[in-house]
């Protein structure tokens, strides 16, 4: 499979633990996003990367969540001290710099985040 | 501000029928890009189809087309004879010039259930 793969799919965690979710770009892909999702809304837009340099931040992105994209290659979101309304799906996405294909950003599963 | 309106929430279509997605978007960017992703039960947005806002002909993408109005500021997506599998919900996004990467806005959805 050469798509974004996202893991875990699923987490259930207590409210004010700490959670981590992976992506793992398209390989020759050197932009990465997140984007947060909850019920009934359309992707809204976190974090942006362009190899290893996280170059936007979006307001939604409190102090409790921080990106990374150490080697320009896959990227974590880790989100601490959980709180209900960070319920959401994470998605991860990536597209190429290349102007020829840099119009499709492809996206992956989703990690689906429930805070209990 | 940059807005995607979807104004369907819901819509039903029979089986090898032709259906239209209504989405309109409002900038006040000359040079945008306006995207269709399909996401079905599982989660991931799948990408459809991609118009620049200077390009001169619709976009189209096997079964889907895009039916582009720069003056009326809207991009339907007509998707020709339907398929169960065509089941999902139907997201149109944005892409604003700045940097130029694909900080995607995107509208509410519409879940689009085809019928046999």
């Known amino acids: 499979d050469t798509g974004v793969s996202q893991d875990p799919r699923h987490k259930i965690t207590k409210r004010g633990q700490n959670v981590t979710f992976r992506c793992d770009p398209i390989?020759?892909?050197?932009?990465l996003y997140w984007y947060r999702q909850t019920l009934g809304q359309g992707p809204e837009f976190l974090t942006y990367f362009q190899n290893e340099a996280q170059l936007e931040k979006s307001r939604l992105l409190s102090d409790r969540f921080s990106a990374e994209r150490p080697k320009g290659s896959f990227s974590t979101l880790e989100i601490q001290r959980t709180e209900q309304g960070d319920s959401a799906m994470y998605l991860c996405?990536?597209?190429?710099?290349?102007?020829?294909?840099?119009?499709?950003?492809?996206f992956g599963e989703g990690s689906w985040l429930t805070v209990v | 501000a940059q807005k995607i309106t979807q104004t369907q929430p819901g819509m039903f279509v029979q089986e090898k029928e032709a259906v239209t997605l209504d989405c309109t978007y409002d900038?006040?960017?000359?040079?945008?890009?306006l995207f269709w992703y399909k996401q079905p039960s599982s989660g991931e947005m799948i990408f459809l189809i991609y118009q620049g806002s200077y390009d001169e002909q619709n976009a189209t993408e096997g079964r889907y087309s895009l039916n582009f109005q720069k003056a009326r500021k809207s991009a339907n997506l007509v998707i020709s004879a339907s398929q169960l599998g065509d089941s999902a919900m139907y997201f149109c996004a944005m892409r604003r010039p700045i940097g130029g990467y694909n900080k995607l806005i995107f509208g509410a959805g519409t879940r689009l259930a085809v019928h046999p």
């Open positions: 900038t006040s960017d000359q040079s945008y890009g």
């Open positions: 996405a990536s597209s190429s710099i290349d102007s020829n294909s840099g119009n499709t950003i492809y």
């Open positions: 390989s020759e892909h050197n932009r």
